[in-house]
């Protein structure tokens, strides 16, 4: 917590009502008091929406024939903001591939993020000055690959309540295994054949002429020979896609 002088705080005696406002560094002055006479003063919270309380309350001053100084009060006020603090544990090798983020909570209309910081060597950080009366969700991002390492994102949620609040987040990512690295390869080079697979036996009535065709056009240029007259086989394949395959006729005997 920090200090600073209060302005327009109104500082008054209980007996008498006289009263004192005090200046930009702090001070007040009450004028007109009655000489040798014991006087109570206090803060009258009640004058200002900005101050909650006071320490002490009041104070029994005798007032001589000069002037009294250093009667002082430390008034707390009502919070307007508050700040959000935290820790995360997590291993040093990942502190650097690793942010928070807080997200703003809008209910029906979603999150709104209104701070990030990356994480440092301290692992501690700060989101000042946040609205009060607002819900906020605390999370963490990691640029880890999750085929290489096994991990969950913490998500912490909490509600402004108070000058401050601290949450503690754990942030624990486990590398994956070489077997595990090559399981999970091969079942992708695995799901890649099996697709190609289905595509193939799938169109496998219009795929087996084109392949031929242009299989035998090729050899043909290169004996110097000609297929199909002047259509080689680029220009079957553009003739299956407009009209379909074409079919040889079957000569009539």
Not at 40 to 63: C, M, N, Y
Request: with cysteine; aromatic share 8%.
């Amino acid at each position: 917590w920090y200090q600073r002088r209060v302005r327009e705080a109104v500082v008054s005696t209980q007996s008498t009502g006289e009263e004192g406002t005090t200046e930009e560094d702090g001070s007040y002055r009450i004028r007109g008091l009655t000489p040798n006479c014991p006087l109570t003063f206090h803060v009258r919270a009640d004058k200002s929406d900005k101050i909650r309380r006071a320490s002490p309350p009041s104070q029994l001053i005798e007032i001589g024939e000069e002037d009294k100084s250093g009667v002082n009060f430390v008034v707390f006020q009502e919070p307007t903001t508050f700040d959000i603090t935290g820790y995360v544990e997590v291993s040093s090798e990942y502190v650097g591939s690793t942010k928070v983020h807080l997200i703003e909570d809008k209910g029906k209309a979603g999150g709104k993020q209104v701070h990030s910081t990356q994480l440092h060597e301290s692992r501690i950080f700060v989101f000042p000055d946040m609205t009060l009366s607002s819900s906020y969700n605390v999370k963490i991002e990691s640029s880890l690959s999750q085929s290489m390492y096994n991990f969950t994102v913490p998500d912490v949620k909490l509600k402004s309540e108070g000058p401050f609040q601290h949450v503690n987040l754990v942030f624990l990512p486990i590398r994956k295994s070489v077997h595990q690295e090559q399981v999970t390869r091969a079942s992708f080079t695995a799901l890649t054949i099996i697709v190609l697979s289905m595509v193939l036996a799938a169109n496998h009535a219009t795929l087996v002429p084109v392949f031929t065709q242009v299989y035998h056009s090729v050899v043909n240029r290169g004996t110097g020979g000609e297929s199909m007259g002047s259509t080689d086989g680029m220009e079957y394949i553009d003739d299956v896609h407009r009209g379909g395959i074409r079919r040889p006729k079957s000569k009539k005997k």
